[in-house]
């Protein structure tokens, strides 16, 4: 079985801070895993995702995050908040034919 | 890009109402999701399929049924509405295998 959990449901930073939201997961095999975010009255939107490859993921609008098998981790961060990035993100985990577990969700607020 | 499109961004119901939800993607893909989204509860899956005519069930079905005549079509039904439906109902969808998924905008579905 899959899991994900996000420690924190609510983030605030103040704008230019650093960015970190966590993610951690739990799978009996190599995971995929992905962020997600979803702005208000909106659908979610592919930020970044994890395959294999790489360690260190880059993603949309200056995000990046780490895979770190030894911490069963993939936390999202950003060097310096900016407010438009205001919205609510997820952590998913796929093993396969393409079946995800999403996290709680992280909303983050970005102070001015 | 990809579109995923769903039949109404909000709806009001009353108890006991047959509900359709429609979900209609562009990009020829295997995989068709349903998800609901409540407040602290992240996203929960209700039903997937895979290919027309399949169809599995997701941590939440009881309520629901679904129907995929065509590839590109996903319907969501609710066969007699209640109130602890009221939720915000996302569509997805994505190729087999690993890969990310594509979500519509969301149905805001309120049953009174």
């Known amino acids: 079985a899959q899991s994900v959990t996000q420690l924190g449901s609510h983030v605030s930073v103040s704008e230019g801070a650093l960015v970190l939201l966590r993610c951690n997961y739990s799978?009996?095999?190599?995971?995929?895993l992905f962020w997600y975010v979803q702005y208000p009255n909106q659908g979610l939107q592919l930020l970044l995702k994890?395959?294999?490859?790489?360690?260190l993921v880059k993603g949309i609008n200056g995000f990046e995050a780490e895979f770190k098998k030894s911490e069963t981790s993939f936390h999202l961060t950003k060097p310096s908040a900016h407010m438009s990035d205001a919205a609510e993100y997820f952590c998913?985990?796929?093993?396969?034919?393409?079946?995800?577990?999403f996290g709680d969700g992280t909303t983050l607020t970005v102070k001015p | 890009d990809v579109k995923v499109t769903q039949s109404s961004r909000y709806l009001v119901k009353r108890t006991g109402e047959k509900v359709f939800l429609e979900c209609v993607q562009d990009m020829d893909h295997e995989n068709m999701f349903w998800y609901r989204q409540d407040p602290g509860l992240g996203l929960r899956l209700i039903y997937f399929?895979?290919?027309?005519?399949?169809?599995e069930k997701g941590d939440i079905p009881e309520g629901y049924s679904v129907s995929r005549e065509k590839k590109e079509r996903f319907s969501l039904i609710l066969e007699s509405a209640s109130t602890n439906q009221t939720s915000m109902y996302l569509c997805a969808s994505g190729q087999g295998g690993v890969y990310e998924q594509y979500f519509g905008p969301g149905t805001r579905l309120t049953v009174t």
């Open positions: 399929s895979y290919d027309v005519k399949m169809k």
């Open positions: 994890y395959t294999s490859a790489a360690t």
């Open positions: 998913a985990v796929t093993l396969n034919a393409g079946k995800s577990t």
């Open positions: 799978s009996s095999v190599p995971p995929y």
